[in-house]
């Protein structure tokens, strides 16, 4: 036997003997299953029993990552989605978050535009971006699931979004696997009317910042809006609204949150329960 044939019979046994260590894709899962809604969280018997119990919507979240002015992470957006997107899946009952894209168009790279002018951003071009989307719809698709929900947590993001969904519906037209974008995710002039009905009434100061988005990062990770630096440095307010005490922002967080995943389960259902 020459020597290449051997080492192909080798590697040919190496793959089916590590092929032979997997259950098969029906083997029972031999433990309980964690309780979470976000795909990344889960194992893969997690996510095929989901589906079969009837989590057949899956929510595909574009964050971002860019400079937000001197108080708040580059990961802004995947930070508010994170919040977001667990009360939005939890309402509807039926539904699994993929993991969040964190890179997104966010201007040209060279020579830099938008937020591409500050360090720690990270952009796409609009080709690359819904080339990705198109990729992480299609394998959801695969695996079984029936109703695809693209958000977005950024203005650059909608267009792409929108675009996806158009072709892959027209692609898949006749199938059981739909595609949705809920425009309705991205209203923050809707949340800060909202906010000044509860008499929250800000002052623009020019910052990429803001009352509502410093408040639902806050009920992920205070340290993300800088929360001890700028109590030290006599900073801790935004748009002439005062962040302490920090557990009564936090409650703030969790009302826009509910507030906006209401809006957008309401969006989704409606969209879900449309004729195609």
Same mark, same amino acid.
């Given at each position: #036997?020459?020597?290449?044939? /051997?080492? !192909?019979?080798?590697?040919?046994?190496?793959?089916?003997?590590?092929?032979?260590?997997?259950?098969?894709?029906?083997? =029972?899962?031999?433990? $309980? !299953?964690?309780?979470?809604?976000?795909?990344?969280?889960?194992?893969? #018997?997690?996510?095929?029993?989901?589906?079969?119990?009837?989590?057949?919507? +899956?929510?595909?979240?574009?964050?971002?990552? $860019?400079?937000?002015?001197? @108080?708040?992470?580059?990961?802004?957006?995947?930070? *508010?989605?994170?919040?977001?997107?667990?009360?939005?899946?939890?309402?509807?009952?039926?539904?699994? +978050?993929?993991?969040?894209?964190?890179? *997104?168009?966010?201007?040209?790279?060279?020579?830099?535009?938008?937020?591409?002018?500050?360090?720690?951003?990270?952009?796409?071009?609009?080709?690359?971006?819904?080339?990705?989307?198109?990729?992480?719809?299609?394998?959801?698709?695969?695996?079984?699931?029936?109703?695809?929900?693209?958000?977005?947590?950024?203005?650059?993001?909608?267009?792409?979004?929108?675009?996806?969904?158009?072709? /892959?519906?027209?692609?898949?037209?006749?199938?059981?696997?739909? *595609?949705?974008?809920?425009?309705? @995710?991205?209203?923050?002039?809707?949340?800060?009317?909202?906010?000044?009905?509860?008499?929250?009434?800000?002052?623009?100061?020019?910052?990429?910042?803001?009352? !509502?988005?410093?408040?639902? #990062?806050?009920?992920?990770?205070?340290?993300? +809006?800088?929360?001890?630096?700028?109590?030290? !440095?006599? =900073?801790?307010?935004?748009?002439?609204?005062?962040?302490?005490?920090?557990? =009564?922002?936090?409650?703030?967080?969790?009302?826009? +949150?509910?507030?906006?995943?209401?809006?957008?389960?309401?969006?989704?259902?409606?969209?879900?329960?449309?004729?195609?």
């Amino acid at each position: #036997m020459s020597r290449s044939l /051997l080492v !192909a019979c080798l590697l040919a046994l190496l793959s089916a003997s590590a092929l032979s260590q997997n259950p098969a894709p029906d083997a =029972k899962r031999p433990i $309980e !299953a964690f309780d979470s809604i976000f795909i990344e969280e889960l194992t893969w #018997m997690e996510v095929r029993d989901a589906l079969k119990a009837g989590k057949t919507t +899956v929510i595909i979240p574009t964050g971002g990552v $860019e400079q937000n002015g001197p @108080y708040l992470a580059t990961g802004k957006h995947n930070y *508010v989605l994170r919040a977001t997107t667990e009360a939005i899946a939890r309402k509807l009952g039926n539904a699994l +978050v993929a993991p969040i894209v964190p890179f *997104v168009p966010e201007g040209d790279i060279a020579p830099p535009t938008g937020h591409m002018k500050y360090p720690g951003t990270i952009s796409l071009t609009e080709d690359t971006y819904q080339r990705l989307l198109t990729d992480i719809c299609a394998s959801h698709k695969t695996h079984g699931f029936e109703h695809i929900v693209m958000i977005g947590d950024s203005g650059g993001n909608q267009k792409g979004m929108k675009a996806v969904a158009g072709k /892959l519906n027209a692609k898949w037209a006749g199938g059981k696997t739909r *595609v949705h974008f809920i425009s309705e @995710y991205y209203d923050y002039p809707g949340v800060d009317k909202w906010l000044r009905s509860q008499g929250i009434v800000q002052k623009n100061e020019g910052l990429h910042d803001g009352f !509502a988005v410093t408040a639902i #990062m806050m009920t992920v990770d205070p340290t993300t +809006v800088r929360m001890k630096q700028r109590i030290a !440095a006599d =900073k801790f307010r935004i748009n002439g609204i005062e962040l302490a005490p920090a557990e =009564k922002t936090i409650e703030w967080g969790k009302k826009i +949150v509910d507030m906006r995943a209401e809006a957008t389960v309401k969006a989704i259902r409606k969209v879900i329960t449309a004729k195609p």
